[in-house]
């Protein structure tokens, strides 16, 4: 039984070293191929110094401020809708182990899996815990989606991409996803869909399991149904003013490195670079990032590759200080 387990840990770190191989090769690989196609090293160093330094604290000041805000309304909700009461800077410091490992792991899901594993062992609820977090990220991602189909609505430059229907399916299908978490109906039926499904599964020991964690889960999202319309509307209102705060951080951060475009830019901008992050194949949405910035603002603004380069490597920075936060967070807990 042991050598079973020991077995099982040595597979799911060899998976998590190719994993991370794997993110190594691609980001190093999309990095030569922007400098070495689109980026002069030399202009790159010329942009850099450009930079107007006086606004880099304040433009962290933005990032701590969300951060916080996104830490509240995480303990807002688990207050309100599972009477589960947890502190705010516990919340913060969780959120912030959970990207320093995404760095490592597979992405934002590994990021989720790490803030579940700290919710759930603060509050002792680990289906609730997932709800709240699944919850809260698709409200999210959703308020997102919304903020940058506005913003490309009023950007002609990008109409040729016929970016807005893929953004409509994109959050037409989020929302078909949201339902079930305020229409118990929806979630009622979306429960007995998923029982069908686990019927068919042939080894009885594996459907009582999932059978059992099918039941939990549906329990506690039918809980988050019966929430009052004002606590889903007060927390919409957080995801709102979160996506508002990062627009300017956007807005101000192209002003800090020399980019002079519309404010409507930074709306759709900062979508599309959260979505590029989400992607799990580089660290840090390193590459992936740079790539999308350099295309889309020299493309259709004729920004300098070396500027854009600039904007990306600030987003990079940015979210390299909270990542070495949380390692220190994490550090800091496993000797306590």
């Not at 107007?52 to 990032?63: E, K, V």
């Not at 809260?136 to 229907?165: D, Y």
């Not at 599309?272 to 020299?298: E, H, K, M, N, Y």
Request: aromatic fraction near 16%; glycine fraction near 6%; hydrophobic fraction near 55%.
């Amino acid at each position: 039984m042991m050598e079973a387990e020991n077995q099982n840990i040595k597979r799911k770190k060899n998976r998590s070293l190719i994993s991370t191989v794997i993110k190594l090769l691609v980001t190093c690989l999309i990095l030569f191929y922007i400098f070495y196609r689109y980026v002069n090293l030399h202009d790159f160093l010329v942009a850099f110094g450009q930079v107007q330094p006086w606004l880099f604290l304040i433009l962290l000041a933005f990032i701590v401020i969300n951060k916080y805000l996104i830490a509240f309304q995480t303990g807002y909700y688990f207050n309100k809708a599972f009477d589960i009461r947890l502190d705010t800077n516990y919340i913060f410091k969780a959120h912030q182990i959970s990207s320093f490992y995404g760095l490592i792991l597979p992405g934002d899901l590994a990021g989720g899996l790490i803030t579940w594993y700290y919710f759930s062992e603060k509050s002792g609820k680990k289906v609730d815990s997932a709800t709240v977090i699944i919850f809260l990220r698709l409200l999210n991602i959703i308020t997102v989606i919304a903020f940058a189909a506005l913003g490309l609505v009023f950007e002609e430059k990008l109409i040729s991409l016929g970016l807005q229907v893929y953004i409509i399916i994109l959050t037409a299908l989020l929302l078909l996803m949201f339902i079930p978490f305020v229409s118990s109906k929806a979630a009622a039926e979306l429960k007995k869909v998923l029982d069908a499904i686990i019927k068919v599964i042939p080894v009885a020991g594996w459907r009582n399991k999932v059978t059992g964690l099918n039941d939990q889960l549906w329990d506690s999202v039918i809980i988050c149904t019966k929430a009052s319309p004002g606590v889903v509307f007060s927390t919409f209102l957080m995801s709102v003013f979160s996506q508002l705060i990062m627009i300017f951080f956007t807005y101000l951060l192209m002003i800090m490195v020399g980019i002079n475009l519309p404010f409507q830019v930074s709306v759709w901008l900062i979508g599309a670079i959260t979505i590029v992050q989400l992607l799990p194949v580089s660290f840090a949405g390193l590459g992936v990032r740079d790539i999308s910035i350099l295309f889309l603002l020299g493309k259709f603004y004729q920004v300098q590759p070396e500027k854009s380069m600039v904007l990306s490597t600030f987003f990079l920075v940015y979210g390299l200080i909270f990542i070495l936060l949380g390692g220190y967070y994490s550090f800091k807990m496993k000797k306590s």
